[in-house]
């Protein structure tokens, strides 16, 4: 369980642009955006990465986000949008309460986000043993 600034966003301790809000979600406009309406959508449930998150918690996540989506896209005029979920240090995380970023992409605006990664060869017997144990874990 993590106390983050969002823990003290969604108490009130802290002020923030509130876009949404229900029982188990806040969404809020991100203070260093990278786009114009670039809004972080936080469950309430103080859990640090995606792994933590309850299943309550998740399914009050995966209602909202598309909802925040639309609106996202329709305030803002953004043909196109990435969502972007950073869990732990190495993956980028910072504020260690899980949270999904709502990112508008506007055609000539260089918000300097880029999509690339060096794909390499993949083993099959290592893969399937390697899907063997998630499955088993689930
Ligand atoms: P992360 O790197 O953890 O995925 O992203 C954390 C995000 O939270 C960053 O984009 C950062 O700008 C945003 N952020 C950090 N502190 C605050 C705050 O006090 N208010 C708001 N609205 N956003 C914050």
């Given amino acids: ?3 983050s600034i969002f823990s ?3 108490r009130g301790e802290i ?3 509130r876009v949404y809000q229900d029982e ?4 809020f406009l991100d203070i260093n955006p990278l786009s114009r309406g670039h809004v972080l959508v936080v469950p309430k449930e103080p859990a640090a990465t995606m792994a933590d998150l309850s299943d309550p918690a998740a399914a009050g996540l995966g209602k909202a986000l598309p909802r925040i989506c639309r609106a996202v896209v329709k305030a803002t005029g953004a043909a196109s949008y990435n969502l972007l979920q950073n869990n732990g240090a190495d993956a980028g995380q910072e504020v260690m309460h899980v949270h999904v970023h709502v990112i508008p992409r506007y055609p000539e605006d260089d918000t300097g986000l880029r999509v690339s990664w060096k794909p390499r060869a993949f083993d099959h017997d290592a893969g399937a043993e390697l899907a063997r144990k998630i ?3 689930l």
């Fill in 15 to 17: 002020p923030c642009h």
């Fill in 8 to 10: 003290k966003i969604i």
């Fill in 135 to 137: 499955a088993r874990l």
């Fill in 24 to 27: 188990s979600v806040l969404a």
């Fill in 1 to 3: 369980m993590s106390d």
